[in-house]
Structure formats: structure tokens, C-alpha cells
């Protein structure tokens, strides 16, 4: 269980920080930022889940945090659009249904920015 809660911890970071350069160099990233929702969505509950387990029932006593953290889990995942929404976004994207419109203005890069404030 410990294994999988810090692969998940990984793979979102990943996913987040892949986010974070595409808003940096000023692209879209619409499908990036709704893979990197829901991943990290998942694998937060999931984490949180198997907390809850290795902690038995003190994992939902108020002696531990971990059952604050189940709790807690849960609200990303309804109010952050729900995890069906984002797959059946993946999947339009997979299967090419869906496709970003260009953008209106182009978006600076972040080093153009941080240049123009010197």
C-alpha cells in the first residue's frame, strides 16, 4: 500500500508539473490540466483509503489525522468535476472527438513576463 501511495504521489507531480511548463511556455493545456485533476483526484482518495486500512480502526477515530484525510478526499473528487466527466474527456480527446480550439490571444511564456518587469 505504501508503494502505491508514493507512486501516485509521483505520477500526479508529474502530471502537475507537466501542467505548470505548458502554462509557462503560454500553450493551451485544457487536456493536461483535466488528466492532472483527475489522476491526482484518484489517487488522493485512494491514498487516503488505504490510510484509513493500515491504521484499522484508529483510522476513524479522531486520534489520527487519517481520517480527516479521507474525508477531505472526497471533496476534490465531486467538486472538481466529477471523475466521469474527466473520463469521458480523456476518451473524447483518445478517440479524437475533441479538440482544443485554437486560442485567441497568444498566452506569453513565463521568462517573457519575468523580463519585462526588470
Same mark, same amino acid.
Given at each position: 500500500?505504501?508503494?502505491? %501511495? +508514493? #507512486?501516485?504521489?509521483?505520477?500526479?507531480? !508529474?502530471?502537475?508539473? =507537466?501542467?505548470?511548463?505548458? $502554462?509557462?511556455? /503560454? $500553450?493551451?493545456?485544457? =487536456?493536461?490540466?483535466? !488528466?492532472?485533476?483527475?489522476? &491526482?483526484?484518484?489517487? &488522493?482518495?485512494? #491514498? #487516503?483509503?488505504?490510510?484509513?486500512? *493500515?491504521?484499522?480502526?484508529?483510522?476513524?477515530?479522531?486520534?489520527?489525522?487519517?481520517?480527516?484525510?479521507?474525508?477531505?478526499?472526497?471533496?476534490?473528487? *465531486?467538486? +472538481? /468535476?466529477? =471523475?466521469? *466527466?474527466?473520463?469521458?474527456?480523456?476518451?473524447?480527446?483518445?478517440? /479524437?472527438?475533441?479538440?482544443?480550439?485554437?486560442?485567441?490571444? %497568444? !498566452?506569453? #511564456?513565463?521568462?517573457? +513576463?519575468?523580463? +519585462?518587469?526588470?
Amino acid at each position: 500500500m505504501l508503494a502505491k %501511495m +508514493e #507512486a501516485g504521489l509521483q505520477m500526479s507531480r !508529474l502530471l502537475v508539473y =507537466r501542467v505548470g511548463e505548458l $502554462k509557462n511556455q /503560454g $500553450k493551451r493545456n485544457t =487536456r493536461e490540466v483535466s !488528466l492532472a485533476k483527475w489522476q &491526482a483526484c484518484d489517487f &488522493a482518495n485512494q #491514498a #487516503a483509503d488505504d490510510a484509513v486500512q *493500515i491504521h484499522g480502526a484508529y483510522g476513524f477515530s479522531d486520534e489520527y489525522p487519517v481520517e480527516r484525510y479521507l474525508r477531505n478526499s472526497k471533496a476534490p473528487v *465531486i467538486y +472538481e /468535476g466529477t =471523475r466521469e *466527466i474527466h473520463t469521458v474527456m480523456q476518451a473524447n480527446y483518445v478517440l /479524437g472527438e475533441r479538440e482544443d480550439k485554437p486560442l485567441n490571444k %497568444m !498566452l506569453p #511564456a513565463w521568462p517573457f +513576463e519575468l523580463e +519585462e518587469v526588470k
